[in-house]
């Protein structure tokens, strides 16, 4: 294939990927949405989107890979590193910018704001425009600003804000080091926990343990992180396994390191005939209990959750139910813990159990072995010339990946690398559920 056949060939998919989600937006809604929405579409909050986000991989990835294709070099390589969204959202996130529009549908002169929040207003100003520039925030007049679609994820009664928070704060804390960690005697080739760059960081500040031990040190921070796992549910698309996977086969489910219940309560909700173990500390399962009472007291008064104290490095979760499911719980340790809380999960496994991980699978960047892994396991792989794991399509996994090194020195793993996990442990992988942007590794007693 020619390269003017590979860059027409690229146009083709982002033209029918495009056309493929304005129908899908069209299908929920009266209309598609646009930039300058001021409030949410139907489909923006539908539990299974796995369909939009199959359709938005291929967008994203193939209009990224055209423009890099045909911008110069250095045009490409100074986007990467020239980049303040983050500092931006933060101003945005810590003044509750969002919260303060709600008042002013038609927009609010940043003059005004800046008397608001005590910021300099021609300062905020060109924060406000950088952010709008990106689609967050409408400047309906000069240095007039509103609300809109976007923005709206940044209400402080939004979950998917924790996240956004956690990422723009603690996360670059970390990162600003990632590359002293490296080269560090003692950070630098360790996998512990304690060593990972925001531990690094915080280090200096005379904060030590790891990352969950600063999250405990402040009750608000830990409960803004349980609900940034909500928020993270979110972004991926976590409750399509509600409907995708065939939970109506199962009565009985627990919900290892299920914190507050992100995904166990919608399963409540949606599959009321299953009863739920949710395990945690008991920090966790004291905030768990009051989000419940709060949400849906009528499991509690039904019996259809319990709420177990578990340490899932030296206990084994109660025994012989159905489905024991980990969502984002894997991710957060390097391998020699990953295996250990498998091995107790394994010990646990009637002869009909399944074990369910539900994370990010990092695809792979070679063809040859991306096209092996999906005649094997069904794993989606790109149509060409994209790159066969989507490129910036499925860059969220990659960026995820290293969030797990600068938080836990761990990691988002491959599908070998988590068949070596789970084999060490005794599972035997059954299927692979593709669900957009996560999947689900299903895995059996071996």
Known sequence: MSNRAKLES?????????????????????????????EFHPLDEAIDQVALKRTIRILEGACAQLCTTLAPPSHTLLQLVQV????????????????????????????????????????LARIMRLLGTRGCYNEVDVDTFANNRLSLILHSENPVRHMIRLQAEACEKGVAVVYETLKNPENGHSNDPAHAPVMFANNKEGITGTFFDWMRQDEARRESYHHSMRGLGVIMGSLAVL?????????TVVD??????????????????????????????????????????????EDRVEFTELNFFTQVPVKGKDIYYLRNII??????????????VRQALGPHSRVLIH??????????????EAATFEVAVA???????????????????????????????????SLELSTAAGLK??????????????????
Not at 11 to 34: F, H, K, T, W
Not at 269 to 295: C, F, G, M, N, P
Not at 359 to 372: F, G, H, M, P, S
């Open 10 to 38: 690229l146009l083709r998919l982002v033209n029918s990927a495009a056309q493929e989600a304005i129908a899908m937006y069209e299908m929920a809604g009266d209309d598609a949405p646009s930039i300058d929405s001021t």
């Open 84 to 123: 303040y969204d983050y500092a931006c959202v933060r101003v945005a996130l810590r003044e509750n910018i969002t919260d303060i529009l709600m008042d002013y549908p038609n927009g609010i002169h940043v003059d005004e704001l800046s008397k608001i929040i005590d910021v300099d207003s021609k300062k």
């Open 243 to 251: 409907t995708h996977f065939p939970f109506e086969k199962y009565s």
């Open 256 to 301: 290892v390191g299920g914190g507050i219940g992100a995904f166990s309560l919608p399963l409540s909700k949606t599959h009321k005939h299953v009863r739920i173990t949710i395990h945690d500390l008991s920090e966790a399962l004291d905030q768990a209990r009051d989000v419940w009472a709060k949400d849906y007291s009528e499991a509690i008064q």
């Open 331 to 344: 991710h957060d340790w390097p391998d020699q813990e990953s295996a250990l809380i498998l091995r107790n």
């Open 359 to 372: 994370d990010y699978v990092l695809r792979q960047l070679n063809r040859k072995q991306a096209e092996v």
């Open 383 to 417: 149509p060409e010339p994209m790159l066969p794991n989507f490129g910036v399509g499925s860059m969220r996994m990659y960026q995820q990946d290293m969030t797990m090194f600068v938080f836990h020195n761990a990691k988002e793993r491959t599908l070998q690398d």
């Open 429 to 446: 992988l059954e299927k692979v559920w593709d669900l957009g942007e996560a999947c689900v590794l299903e895995f059996s007693a071996a």
